[in-house]
């Protein structure tokens, strides 16, 4: 018997292979450097289906640039959780490895850090990264002020400057990333009571 897909299962299988095409063509060329018609020969549909789900080149920038910062977010998530506590200034510094080592894809340094500002400028940009990213650091400096473990001091700009200061080591090299761990360590540890 043929099983046929519902259109809200065809409709999701067009934008994933529309994500999918633009996020690798994107990591690739950049922004300024990939075509809608690019993506939709990649994902294997028309310009029309890439515009149905779209509106167009920008917004589907926006939806790659989403799931990145999930993704990051997800394995930041991932780093700090777990059964064995490992205290709040701890989960700071994991949180901040786990970001690092999240950010060492190329392709996705190149979507989040060099193109999402330009491309989305820094409104929706900074509404990207409030909505997927920085509502879990600002959690873990709370987390570590309540528990008397760093200075008390206002917790949204603290999380704010932790994570400029993690987009910063972000962009550094493989051969400056040590550096900037270590760095990133000693300033968070220097936050302690």
Not at 46 to 57: I, Q, S, V, W
Not at 140 to 151: C, E, G, L, N, Q
Request: glycine share 8%; hydrophobic share 50%.
């Amino acid at each position: 018997m043929l099983i046929r897909k519902s259109q809200a299962d065809r409709r999701a299988d067009t934008q994933l292979a529309l994500v999918t095409a633009a996020r690798g063509l994107f990591a690739q060329k950049g922004y300024a450097g990939t075509s809608t018609p690019e993506i939709a020969a990649l994902a294997g549909v028309t310009r029309g289906a890439l515009y149905h789900h779209f509106a167009d080149k920008l917004a589907l920038f926006e939806a790659v640039a989403t799931q990145e910062q999930m993704l990051v977010t997800m394995a930041v998530n991932a780093a700090t959780a777990g059964d064995d506590e490992p205290g709040p200034v701890k989960a700071l510094v994991a949180g901040g490895d786990a970001f690092l080592d999240a950010m060492q894809d190329p392709g996705r340094r190149q979507i989040l850090l060099v193109d999402a500002p330009a491309v989305l400028g820094r409104a929706r940009l900074d509404a990207l990264v409030a909505s997927h990213g920085i509502g879990p650091l600002i959690a873990r400096v709370r987390t570590a002020m309540d528990a008397k473990a760093i200075r008390t001091l206002p917790a949204e700009p603290l999380a704010h400057l932790l994570h400029a200061l993690f987009d910063r080591a972000a962009e550094a090299g493989p051969d400056q990333l040590s550096d900037y761990r270590k760095a990133i360590k000693a300033l968070i540890r220097g936050l302690k009571v």
